[in-house]
């Protein structure tokens, strides 16, 4: 926005102040002379006997008036001086009003800010429709201006659908359904996580079909999720397939990466048992029933019993 311009009432302005103090000096000089003239006069018809000081005050005057000459001149000087720098800046209060109007063209309006805003944040990284007006919600906008924004993209939604699909199996392993459900929960339509998944599970398995394991996409996803699962905690067989299950994996998938991981159900069955002594208490019966019901067969459970001290 241009500055507006305040207009100085004329006594204010250096330009006259400054000359209007040295004209105050100057009349204040000659009332001194005049003054000073009078007294020399006065003195002169007295006393004639003053012939030499009346001369000195003569050579004074004339002083004074010299001083007053070179007073003149230097306020002439002076107000040439004060006359160039009222012209620049003049000069330059119309440059500073060239320049706020420049910026005042120049400015971004919001929806050119929120625009760009959205542009970043679909290029940094996979976002949903809804996703992204969350976003733009989160960063102060209301929800009308980040649907705008959000609108005037030109998205394909179901691309970034695969996107964040493959941003999830970087870092962890899901079941189809899981993975379908997780993008669901991120703002996507069924239809969008459903393409999506069905284009990485496409891409995974034809990868896979060229190499020796032959693995499909979910195959390959449950044996990694079991093996994460054995990580943390231990299983039996059956109660592994049966996790994997829960999470979404097809039984056959579940079973397939049972079958590839090397584990010591054994030793699954001896941290179990000691898994459970730790928060209660039981009898060696107790604990061997406890751990047939988690899958394990008698022969395991017995073992871990034994191995916990039982």
């Given at each position: 926005m241009?500055?507006?311009?305040?207009?100085v009432?004329?006594y204010?302005?250096?330009w006259?102040?400054v000359?209007?103090?040295?004209?105050g000096?100057?009349?204040?000089?000659?009332?001194?002379?005049i003054?000073?003239?009078?007294?020399?006069?006065?003195?002169?018809?007295?006393d004639?006997?003053?012939?030499?000081?009346?001369t000195?005050?003569s050579?004074?005057?004339?002083?004074?008036?010299?001083?007053?000459?070179e007073?003149?001149?230097?306020l002439?000087?002076?107000?040439?001086?004060?006359?160039?720098?009222v012209e620049a800046?003049?000069?330059?209060?119309?440059?500073?009003?060239?320049i706020?109007s420049?910026y005042?063209n120049?400015?971004?309006?919001?929806?050119?800010e929120?625009?760009?805003?959205?542009?970043?944040?679909?290029a940094?990284?996979?976002f949903?429709?809804?996703?992204l007006?969350?976003?733009?919600?989160?960063?102060?906008?209301?929800?009308?201006?980040?649907?705008?924004a959000?609108?005037?993209?030109?998205?394909?939604?179901?691309e970034?659908?695969?996107?964040k699909?493959n941003?999830y199996?970087?870092f962890t392993?899901f079941?189809?359904e899981?993975l379908?459900?997780?993008?669901?929960?991120?703002?996507?339509?069924l239809?969008e996580?459903t393409?999506?998944v069905d284009q990485?599970?496409?891409?995974?398995n034809?990868?896979s079909?060229?190499t020796?394991?032959?693995?499909?996409?979910?195959?390959?996803?449950?044996?990694?999720?079991?093996?994460?699962?054995?990580?943390?905690?231990?299983?039996?067989?059956?109660?592994?397939?049966?996790?994997?299950v829960f999470?979404?994996y097809?039984?056959e998938?579940?079973?397939?990466?049972v079958?590839?991981?090397?584990?010591?159900?054994?030793?699954?069955?001896?941290?179990?048992?000691?898994?459970?002594?730790?928060?209660?208490?039981f009898?060696?019966s107790?604990?061997?029933?406890?751990?047939?019901f988690?899958?394990f067969s008698l022969?395991?459970a017995?073992?871990?019993?034994?191995?916990?001290?039982l």
């Amino acid at each position: 926005m241009a500055k507006e311009k305040v207009k100085v009432p004329i006594y204010k302005r250096v330009w006259f102040t400054v000359p209007a103090l040295f004209i105050g000096m100057i009349l204040l000089v000659n009332l001194l002379t005049i003054s000073e003239d009078e007294s020399n006069a006065s003195k002169e018809e007295k006393d004639t006997t003053n012939y030499s000081s009346s001369t000195s005050s003569s050579k004074t005057s004339e002083e004074t008036q010299k001083e007053v000459d070179e007073i003149i001149s230097q306020l002439e000087e002076t107000s040439e001086d004060l006359d160039t720098d009222v012209e620049a800046a003049e000069k330059t209060d119309e440059e500073d009003t060239e320049i706020d109007s420049e910026y005042e063209n120049t400015q971004v309006d919001d929806s050119t800010e929120i625009d760009f805003i959205a542009g970043v944040y679909i290029a940094s990284m996979p976002f949903s429709k809804s996703g992204l007006v969350d976003q733009l919600e989160f960063e102060g906008y209301s929800t009308e201006e980040a649907i705008a924004a959000t609108e005037k993209l030109d998205v394909d939604w179901s691309e970034q659908a695969v996107l964040k699909a493959n941003d999830y199996l970087d870092f962890t392993a899901f079941s189809k359904e899981g993975l379908i459900e997780q993008l669901e929960f991120e703002g996507f339509t069924l239809e969008e996580a459903t393409y999506a998944v069905d284009q990485v599970e496409g891409e995974t398995n034809a990868a896979s079909s060229s190499t020796e394991s032959g693995e499909t996409m979910s195959q390959s996803n449950a044996v990694k999720q079991a093996e994460n699962y054995l990580n943390y905690s231990a299983f039996s067989k059956s109660g592994l397939i049966d996790q994997l299950v829960f999470e979404g994996y097809p039984e056959e998938d579940a079973s397939y990466a049972v079958e590839q991981i090397e584990v010591d159900w054994m030793e699954q069955a001896e941290k179990s048992a000691k898994q459970y002594l730790d928060y209660s208490s039981f009898s060696r019966s107790g604990l061997i029933d406890q751990l047939v019901f988690e899958g394990f067969s008698l022969e395991e459970a017995t073992y871990g019993a034994d191995q916990a001290g039982l």
